[in-house]
């Protein structure tokens, strides 16, 4: 596939890494057993930790992944080697952060500790923690992140490359229209007509001169302007 066609599948890819990790971080990330205040064994009820509990910067970091998406929609080339940049660095971010997680549960599940005892610290909630089990979602956010790095490069390599957007509007300047040139859509002239008005000029002031223009040729009906050599109206005879 050409380098001209890579637009589609890397703003596609990165809805998929973006919106896999808002997933994941809205899923069950732990199954965690307490330590039973009758002994020390394990109690029987499993609490399940979530990903905002275990990794809540999962949603700030998927969110700007789908706002990456708007702007390499409609961004120009310059733009998207740095948007590419961002990118990578994104899924890095979400990688990073699930692999924290990932590889120091007790932590991971602390804050969960803490709401269902009441216990607060690092040694005192881990002394309370008697299994973790983790699920599928924090290798999914992994995955999500990967996805992310991997459209980033491919943003990188093809992004000069790509189409411009279908559509772009331009400022224009309202002329007269001259006989023999086609006329502008209906579309074009209003859009013209706020670009004046948004740099504070009035659309209707290059018509107006055009047509002073054309009237001050000739003497205006009713004036009193005679002929050039200043003679003056002459009256018929009676």
């Known amino acids: 596939m050409s380098a001209d066609r890579m637009k589609l599948p890397a703003i596609l890819a990165t809805v998929v890494g973006a919106g896999l990790a808002l997933l994941s971080w809205s899923q069950t990330w732990y199954d965690l057993v307490l330590v ?4 020390g064994a394990a109690s029987g009820d499993a609490i399940a930790v979530l990903g905002s509990i275990a990794s809540p910067a999962l949603a700030a970091l998927g969110l700007a992944g789908l706002a990456l998406v708007a702007a390499l929609a409609i961004a120009g080339p310059g733009i998207r080697i740095i948007l590419g940049v961002l990118e990578v660095l994104l899924g890095g971010s979400i ?3 699930a692999v924290v997680a990932i590889g120091d549960p007790v932590t991971a599940v602390s804050p969960a500790v803490t709401d269902a005892t009441g216990v607060a610290g690092s040694e005192p909630t881990a002394a309370l923690v008697a299994g973790v089990t983790p699920t599928f979602w924090p ?3 992994v995955i999500a992140g990967a996805v992310l790095i991997l459209a980033g490069v491919l943003v990188l390599a093809t992004g000069t490359r790509w189409p411009a957007s279908s559509r772009r509007y331009r400022g224009a300047r309202l002329e007269e229209h001259r006989p023999g040139e086609p006329a502008l859509p209906a579309s074009d002239r209003a859009i013209d007509d706020w670009d004046e008005l948004s740099r504070g000029d009035d659309p ?8 002073d223009t054309e009237s001050g040729d000739g003497a205006r009906p009713g004036d009193g302007a005679g002929p050039a050599d200043g003679t003056g109206p002459t009256r018929p005879n009676r």
């Open 95 to 97: 990688v990073l952060a």
């Open 36 to 39: 039973s205040s009758a002994g």
């Open 204 to 211: 209707t002031d290059n018509i107006e001169s055009g047509h």
């Open 139 to 141: 290798a999914a956010a």
